[in-house]
């Protein structure tokens, strides 16, 4: 190798390799905002890596940063991206090609990314296209002006035009993005007044007094999950829900459709299969919609129909069984309104469907598009994909919330949730260090597909305590103690806390 060709410093050469990555990111989330915003290619790239993390992975990441996996997930990429660049820029301090080939190594990736991603059209393969032409283009140009006189006022203006460009590529991205985004259709929605409502929620319905969670979740608190990276953008104007498959007609509802038929209201307590016993993903809406029941008896279902594959905006799918869906006293809906607003863009906006007494996975599809009508052999949903049950109905489970911190000695007051969808709460009963069941005080029933709060005292002397929780059903269904990890159909097992009372 000869000594005497130019060569980069250090600092400049890693310098090329991040600019050259910020170009090319920028770009891909500048062609982004014109071809839908999961293009580009960073977003891309993490949402492949969601959908390709093996399951383990992923309930490991949901149990350890809870709904923070995500922004989790996105630093990560970042650290690991820019670790490379840097790299890419070192190795590239005599000759631009090992850096151009990081360039197009990542392009690629993003390229595949995005033509994966089953929600995107191939127009969105500009978006990696482009990412990787500037990406080339600057990492090129700025290696030349820097080995032409590193330090000189010609490359430090390269410098400064490529990094001020790649910024306002991806500022422009953003704001294409978000112009078209559904918060303005959303807005337009206007108030929706069901024909049937909810019964009002009765004063004895929580203790959030004693430490309960209020019986309905505000929009705002209510949990959240999905494999979403960027939230769906979908407005009403371009939204429809089609039904197909074994039906004997064909249907295609827009929004007004749907919008313009008797709405119902009905209180609803959702809960995800990945909820630890004790854990946070469980919370209640007023649901607005329309019936489901209804809807497939429009299409009317073929004999020998056994799911509904409802597939969403962004191509996840979840498969219900025909017979929870069709039949009218189980209380499926189409949903478009939660709380008294239309549903939060991302609770599913503009259409999502509920299922009262499934977990979230088998039924609760947000950004609904499309319902074929099939069997289990046909289609395998998303989950099911990766391991988790076809059957999937929320078992009767209980929480302590309160107390949290530590306690006076004497009589302590305990509290919590129970749920037992479809069948009721019949019994809670909490006990403190192996002692004696005590049952617990419930609060006023809503509905059998709502939590219920409870209440209890219990004597606890000075130091430390253990108490735990039980429920059982208006099935005579004692909630067992048998401790039965999430996979594949639902935590079970005693909830227990400990204590210090002084
Ligand atoms: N499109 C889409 N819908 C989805 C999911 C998803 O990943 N994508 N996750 C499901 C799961 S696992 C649950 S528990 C519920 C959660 O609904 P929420 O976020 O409104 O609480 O949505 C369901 N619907
Ligand atoms: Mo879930």
Request: glycine share 10%.
């Amino acid at each position: 190798m000869s000594t005497d060709s130019p060569r980069l410093s250090a600092p400049v050469a890693g310098l090329i390799g991040v600019i050259a990555l910020v170009a090319a990111l920028g770009a891909g989330h500048l062609v982004a905002g014109f071809v839908g915003a999961s293009a580009s290619p960073f977003f891309a790239v993490g949402n492949a890596a969601i959908d390709l993390t093996p399951g383990w992975l992923k309930d490991f990441a949901v149990r350890t940063f809870g709904t923070a996996d995500k922004a989790v997930l996105l630093t990560g990429m970042a650290v690991v991206a820019l670790a490379l660049a840097v790299a890419a820029g070192l190795a590239s301090r005599r000759r631009a090609a090992p850096g151009l080939v990081f360039v197009s190594v990542v392009g690629v990736l993003g390229g595949v990314a995005v033509f994966t991603r089953p929600d995107l059209g191939q127009i969105a393969l500009l978006a990696p296209v482009v990412s990787l032409v500037a990406g080339l283009a600057v990492f090129a140009w700025l290696h030349r002006t820097a080995l032409d006189g590193q330090y000189s006022s010609a490359a430090r203006r390269s410098f400064l035009i490529a990094v001020a460009g790649a910024g306002a590529a991806g500022v422009a991205g953003e704001l294409i993005g978000t112009s078209k985004d559904a918060e303005g259709s959303r807005a337009a929605v206007g108030p929706l007044i069901p024909a049937r409502t909810a019964p009002p929620v009765p004063a004895g319905a929580d203790f959030a007094k004693f430490g309960t969670p209020s019986f309905l979740t505000p929009n705002a608190d209510f949990y959240r999950i999905d494999t979403a990276l960027v939230v769906p953008q979908v407005r009403t104007e371009d939204w429809s829900l089609r039904i197909h498959g074994m039906v004997d007609r064909e249907i295609t509802w827009s929004w007004s459709d749907i919008r313009n038929r008797p709405l119902v209201e009905r209180i609803v307590t959702l809960c995800c299969v990945s909820n630890p016993v004790g854990g946070p993903y469980i919370s209640t809406a007023r649901f607005i919609g329309v019936d489901l029941a209804e809807l497939l008896a429009e299409a009317g279902v073929a004999p020998g129909a056994e799911q509904v594959f409802s597939t969403s905006a962004d191509g996840w799918t979840a498969g219900t069984p025909v017979s929870a869906m069709a039949d009218p006293s189980v209380g499926a809906m189409l949903a478009i309104g939660m709380n008294g607003e239309p549903l939060p863009i991302e609770h599913g906006f503009p259409a999502r469907l509920v299922v009262p007494g499934l977990y979230g996975y088998v039924s609760a599809t947000k950004w609904v598009t499309d319902l074929e009508v099939t069997t289990w052999d046909a289609r395998t949903p998303y989950w099911l994909q990766r391991g988790w049950a076809e059957q999937a109905p929320v078992k009767t489970q209980s929480r302590i919330d309160a107390p949290r911190g530590p306690v006076a000695a004497g009589q302590v007051r305990v509290a919590g949730i129970a749920w037992a969808q479809h069948t009721g709460i019949d019994r809670v009963e909490v006990s403190v260090d192996d002692g004696p069941w005590v049952t617990a005080e419930l609060s006023t029933e809503v509905t059998v597909d709502a939590w219920r709060m409870w209440w209890a005292d219990v004597p606890a002397a000075r130091g430390s305590h253990a108490v735990r929780v039980r429920a059982t059903d208006r099935g005579g269904y004692i909630q067992t103690d048998r401790l039965a990890d999430v996979v594949p159909d639902g935590a079970t097992g005693w909830h227990t806390i400990t204590f210090t009372a002084r």
